[in-house]
């Protein structure tokens, strides 16, 4: 189960299974969500109010007395009272209220009732009911009051004097109210069948989004706000609603608009700057052999992902300029799901492995990685990761190991390793005080610096460098508040050509270089559509950057993939001219859905179709000449 879900859950659960753990708090104020035919359910009221509903309606009868609540007449029973499944509780809720108020940020409780029997006896009773507790319910003097707005078999706007202040109508656009009846209609509430048959699915008409925009519009001008009732209630409808300006979202699905709405902000994004891709001029012949291979890995990365940052950069982005396409299945040997370790295994190494092995084959048998394997050619190879360098991805060109959290042992690899450029974040295993290690490295040839700009002052041919991203707080790929991260430096929009001129210093057979865009993963583990945006754009501008190296260079391949897809993304809404994108996430973990693959270059034309993930080292070894 979805664990953001499951929160939401979770205190629903407790109501429907009659057990009380004190008094049930809202989990968050939704003002515009208005819970239609609340009385069907098993905890009137409780559970659309710990969902957070900013409206709730309550469909009453007057009987021998007593007010029931109920649609129709033999639904009425005597257990089901306004007083029992409405007043007490809203009066507990007080009882227990912190501040006074019913909702977290100062809400305020609409509550819509609607008379099924006449309208004045109702009110009548009401009145009666509510006098010791008015104070509660006078939303006109108390901004911590429930607003009671009356629906249904509502008294004519002439008779709104009779009754007390207390209580606001629902108003009808065919009538014409006087300035004193206009103060006490609280809402206007229209028959979508009325003007629209649309069923909630695709988009409005022009002409019915015309009539709706008019009528919502008329409303508006009123100072009032508009609700209409026996309408769509898709998810489709509840995204389109607050973009027409329609105030309450009617719903019969509580459940499913209250965790909607919640994740609403996490899952929309807006894209504030934008940038223009690179614009590729040259078509390469086919054929052709590439000395260098550049391969960019966006970890976590699917079609949607990408897509979603397209529609936030204007529909623009250096991939969709990229001519090849493929796409890659990412299975592991165990799994339907593969993690990084495995998948980033596959792609550097060229064969299948199980969950969290990395370098080694699924009976744990080192296999070698694709530096391991153009070291014989005498290229030099380098990778790059705004992980820490012995993440799953970049590790995979390096070490050999069945376990991926044997953080020791893989830094230890790069000892034996036939990388000439390491960068990325510093793992515990070198903050150890581990001077051992350190000490091997440094024999090994390797100059360990702690700042990319160190980079072009290295003299020899062997370089570590460990640096991260400028960050407000700490990265971490499974918190729930990612999206609160901000950023004010991406380092692999800055490590391209450095690490270039690095590796080709004083050196002529080639070179290999894998730079891994490693936070998108974490977009999608924390569901965050801002997070997912904002580093994938990130990585775009590293596409571009290469791909305008290799148009100038002539014999480099690029390759840009990803290892697995994660969050299982699907784009909901979003408009490209003005950046923005709704979506909405599966799951917080990694899915099997293929990954796609766009290559440019010498020997790009190779990668189309369905590929496997081990393709990618396979048709690298055929390009080299390598057996």
């Known amino acids: 189960m979805n664990i953001r879900f499951y929160n939401i859950l979770l205190p629903a659960v407790l109501l429907f299974s009659g057990i009380t753990y004190g008094q049930i708090k809202p989990i968050a104020y939704l003002p515009n969500a208005h819970s239609h035919n609340d009385y069907t359910r098993n905890n009137p009221f409780k559970q659309a109010y710990g969902l957070g509903f900013g409206s709730i309606e309550v469909d009453l009868f007057l009987k021998d007395g007593e007010l029931y609540v109920a649609h129709d007449p033999h639904e009425i029973t005597k257990d089901r009272t306004f007083t029992k499944l409405y007043l007490e509780p809203i009066l507990e809720a007080y009882k227990h209220s912190e501040d006074g108020f019913l909702y977290p940020n100062q809400g305020q409780l609409q509550l819509l009732i609607d008379p099924k029997t006449e309208g004045a006896p109702i009110l009548d009773h009401l009145t009666k009911l509510l006098k010791p507790h008015r104070e509660l319910f006078d939303s006109k003097n108390n901004p911590k009051a429930v607003k009671l707005l009356i629906s249904g078999n509502r008294p004519k706007a002439e008779d709104f004097p009779k009754y007390d202040d207390i209580f606001y109508f629902d108003g009808n656009l065919s009538e014409n109210y006087s300035p004193a009846q206009l103060e006490r209609i609280g809402l206007i509430s229209v028959s979508f069948g009325s003007l629209s048959k649309w069923n909630g699915l695709g988009r409005l008409t022009d ?36 973009k027409i300006g329609i105030d309450y979202i009617n719903t019969d699905k509580p459940f499913e608009l209250s965790e909607f709405l919640i994740n609403y902000p996490k899952e929309s994004y807006k894209e504030e700057s934008v940038y223009t891709p690179y614009e590729i001029k040259t078509k390469f012949k086919t054929g052709l052999k590439p000395k260098n291979i550049i391969l960019l890995i966006s970890d976590g990365a699917g079609l949607s992902q990408l897509w979603a940052a397209a529609m936030a950069n204007n529909g623009k982005l250096n991939v969709l300029n990229m001519p090849h396409t493929c796409y890659l299945k990412t299975q592991p040997t165990d799994n339907y799901h593969t993690d990084s370790a495995a998948g980033g295994s596959a792609i550097a190494t060229g064969s299948k492995t199980k969950n969290r092995h990395i370098g080694v084959d699924s009976m744990g048998n080192k296999v070698a990685n694709i530096p391991d394997r153009l070291a014989e050619l005498g290229m030099r190879s380098g990778i790059i990761s705004n992980d820490e360098i012995t993440g799953a991805t970049p590790s995979a060109f390096y070490t050999h190991v069945s376990e991926r959290d044997q953080s020791d042992s893989i830094a230890n690899d790069l000892i034996n390793s036939n990388l000439d450029l390491i960068i990325g974040g510093k793992n515990s295993a070198f903050e150890k005080d581990n001077k051992a290690l350190v000490t091997s490295l440094e024999n090994k040839g390797f100059k360990i610096e702690t700042s990319l700009d160190e980079l072009s002052k290295i003299p020899g041919k062997r370089a570590l460098i460990f640096q991260e991203d400028q960050v407000d707080h700490k990265w971490n790929k499974l918190d729930q508040n990612q999206s609160k991260i901000k950023t004010s430096y991406r380092f692999i929009e800055h490590a391209l050509n450095p690490a270039i001129n690095f590796l080709q210093k004083d050196h002529s057979k080639g070179f290999f270089l894998m730079i891994e865009g490693a936070k998108i993963d974490g977009g999608g583990h924390s569901n965050s559509m801002g997070f997912t945006i904002t580093e994938y754009l990130s990585f775009d501008r590293l596409v571009g950057q290469a791909l305008e190296f290799a148009e100038k260079d002539q014999e480099t391949l690029i390759i840009v ?67």
Do not use: C
């Open 207 to 242: 002409k019915d989004l015309k009539i709706i925009k008019t009528k919502v519009d008329s409303v508006h001008r009123l100072g009032k706000k508009i609700r209409f009732w026996a309408s769509p209630d898709t998810k489709t409808t509840w995204y389109e609603w607050p």
């Open 561 to 627: 993939t990803s290892d697995h897809e994660t969050g299982g993304l699907v784009i909901l809404d979003a408009d490209q001219a003005s950046r923005t994108v709704l979506g909405d996430f599966a799951t917080t973990d990694h899915t099997g859905i293929p990954v796609p693959l766009m290559a440019f270059g010498p020997g790009a034309e190779n990668f189309q179709g369905f590929l496997d993930n081990t393709d990618i080292a396979k048709i690298i070894y055929r390009l080299k000449d390598i057996k």
